[in-house]
């Protein structure tokens, strides 16, 4: 957390064991000591990151000049046929525009919409064209912006819209510029657009009907007290485990046993122009924020979440968090500014207590968007061994977005002074805890770039990270019985094993020993303050490269089957292999076939051999490759000259 190129280690650095030598170099980790550091580091001038949170220096303000540079830059690119890059040059400058009435934004939704409608994306061009008249499209133009909605609208099989728009574009024009010529001549254009829509109408050709959204993967039946997971599973406590995840029925290979949309999530930065700040979903007609170009969003309803909670308390300052790398803990800052501290404060008790033992404690229903779920997630506070080092850093973060919290006027008037006062701290106690919460409780969201046509043609890329607090119960193994896949911020958990009725369900926060040695696994884990004990490192199983690969002549502890059955079993794996191969070569084969193709034959492999074993994770990587093909968020590629751009793969 907070990296060494990062303005706070820079910081950090410069006033180490100033002060107060003796809180430098202790590592108690209490509540009281945490407290005491972050007040003492509060007084240094500079902790006060003045310069840095001066909203003047911010690189996401909007320039109207840069703005109009970008379009007409794009409107070059257009001219020149280069579409993919006057889609970039729009884009960029759509951030960078302000959005007063009649400005330049209007003008650039306008431009945008015409790309569209040569591209033949006809619902963007509705879009883009609707946003362009609620910004204050010139009524002198507005005509065209009708007209060419109505093509789309036609296009699109909304005939009564399209009718209604060739209306208005009739009405408009007596309001133009154009000469009395010109203007003839469009009414008549118009008319005849008017006349093949009402063709179209009486040749008997219906309404078209507006897409349904993705269809989405559900339960057979929900988890009544943990709704984020199937019936299948359930969750226990255990002094020195936690709470832990267990099959409470037997689970086949390649069952949805859970689906989470997280408490909160942060886009990396460098998808953070091409993804929606909100939901994470690549957009293909960003929406920028209204106040600052530092984010954008795929729709109304995200940016306007987002301005209702969080972004309120970040706006202008985007560059600055991710400049500050701070890693998860920029996920405790969200989820405070998730709510108003107002909420805090009148439940201030409630946060200051913390429960994890919360869902098996008690008959309440563990939801992941209640913020008490987050606030009782495992925090180790007191344990592990942390460095006094590593304890002041925290605290100096909590103090850095305690500034940045004061500027934005979080818990009252905006504060220049360096100490901090009694509401101030209290802040800072609900931060730090929620830092200590998202640091042990983050998953990746990724998605998939496609690389060929076929469905194993696939490039994973991380694009962000999320609190799930119900799948952050799930402890770890490095051969588990579950993999994740992300769609935008919704997570999906599925079998990649059978499991037994009471059988522990494990998720996996290394490398799979198959991949890593146990060296760089056990080295990785300290993170999480626990030595982990799976078969795998208890064992000290090798690598791929070291495992059997042969059915046949293994010792008898690895055969699930007496002797005199291998034989047949084999010939039952083979077939499985062959049914998948068929499946996996035919053109149109669904995601699901393959998928079930691929759970067959791990369950036949399953039934021949145990762990560890070279067939077993070959399927099992094969079973999330095509896991991720059938449920994973889809982006690809386009080039075009010097430009390119990631669109999200049509569904």
Not at 586 to 605: A, G, M, Q, R
Request: hydrophobic share 35%.
């Amino acid at each position: 957390m907070a990296g060494q190129s990062s303005f706070i280690q820079k910081v950090f650095y410069e006033i180490s064991l100033e002060g107060r030598p003796d809180l430098w170099q202790d590592d108690e980790d209490s509540q009281e000591k945490n407290i005491d550091r972050i007040q003492f580091l509060a007084t240094f001038d500079k902790t006060g990151y003045k310069p840095q949170l001066d909203q003047a220096k911010s690189t996401t303000r909007k320039n109207n000049m840069l703005a109009k540079a970008l379009k007409e830059k794009g409107n070059k690119s257009y001219g020149g046929g280069d579409n993919i890059e006057a889609m970039n040059l729009y884009n960029q400058a759509l951030c960078y525009s302000s959005c007063e009435p009649g400005g330049e934004y209007s003008v650039i939704l306008a431009n945008r919409s015409a790309l569209w409608a040569e591209l033949g994306e006809h619902e963007l061009v509705v879009a883009d064209v609707d946003q362009a008249i609620e910004s204050g499209y010139p009524d002198k133009m507005v005509f065209k912006l009708q007209e060419r909605r109505s093509k789309s609208r036609l296009a699109l099989k909304n005939f009564e819209k399209a009718l209604e728009d060739v209306s208005l574009a009739s009405e408009n024009l007596t309001n133009s510029n154009l000469d009395e010529a010109k203007q003839k001549a469009k009414s008549k254009e118009l008319i005849k657009l008017k006349t093949l829509i009402e063709k179209e109408i009486k040749s008997g050709m219906k309404n078209g009907v507006e897409k349904s959204d993705k269809i989405r993967v559900s339960f057979k039946k929900e988890n009544a007290k943990f709704p984020s997971f199937s019936d299948a599973v359930q969750f226990k406590f255990g002094e020195g485990r936690g709470r832990y995840a267990v099959a409470s029925r037997e689970i086949k290979i390649g069952e949805l046993i859970a689906i989470e949309t997280p408490f909160v999530s942060l886009v990396d930065k460098e998808y953070s122009k091409s993804h929606c700040w909100n939901c994470l979903i690549c957009t293909k007609s960003p929406i920028p924020c209204e106040a600052c170009s530092g984010v954008v969003y795929c729709s109304k309803e995200c940016r306007q979440s987002a301005n209702d909670t969080y972004h309120r308390y970040e706006c202008l300052y985007t560059d600055v968090l991710y400049q500050a790398h701070l890693g998860a803990w920029h996920l405790a800052f969200r989820a405070l500014t998730s709510r108003p501290w107002s909420f805090f404060k009148d439940n201030i008790d409630q946060f200051l207590n913390h429960n994890e033992k919360s869902g098996v404690d008690n008959d309440d229903i563990y939801k992941s968007e209640d913020i008490m779920s987050f606030n009782n997630l495992v925090t180790h506070n007191g344990m592990g061994g942390k460095q006094a080092p590593e304890l002041m850093m925290q605290a100096h973060v909590v103090v850095f977005l305690l500034r940045l919290l004061a500027k934005m006027k979080y818990a009252g008037n905006e504060n220049d002074k360096l100490e901090l006062d009694e509401e101030q701290v209290l802040v800072g106690r609900v931060l730090h805890h929620f830092m200590r919460g998202a640091f042990y409780n983050t998953h990746e969201i990724t998605e998939i770039e496609k690389t060929g046509n076929k469905w194993e043609d696939n490039k994973i890329q991380r694009i962000g990270r999320v609190t799930n607090s119900s799948l952050a119960l799930i402890n770890h193994s490095c051969d588990p019985n579950y993999r994740r896949v992300s769609d935008g911020i919704t997570t999906y958990g599925f079998a990649c094993k059978p499991i037994g009725k009471g059988k522990e369900i494990n998720d996996l926060y290394c490398k799979p020993f198959a991949s890593a040695p146990l060296p760089d696994r056990q080295r990785y884990l300290q993170k999480y303050n626990f030595q982990c004990a799976c078969p795998a490192c208890t064992n000290n199983w090798p690598d791929m490269a070291g495992l059997p690969s042969s059915l046949e002549g293994l010792p008898p502890k690895l055969y699930c089957q007496p002797p005199n059955k291998i034989d047949a079993q084999v010939k039952r794996i083979e077939r499985a292999e062959d049914n998948f191969t068929k499946v996996s070569n035919k053109s149109d084969s669904t995601p699901t076939e393959i998928v079930n193709s691929i759970s067959t034959v791990l369950e036949e492999v399953h039934k021949l051999v145990r762990q560890p074993h070279q067939m077993i994770v070959y399927w099992e990587n094969h079973l999330h490759q095509a896991l991720l093909n059938a449920h994973s968020a889809k982006v690809h590629t386009i080039n075009s000259g010097n430009s390119l751009v990631t669109w999200p793969m049509e569904i």
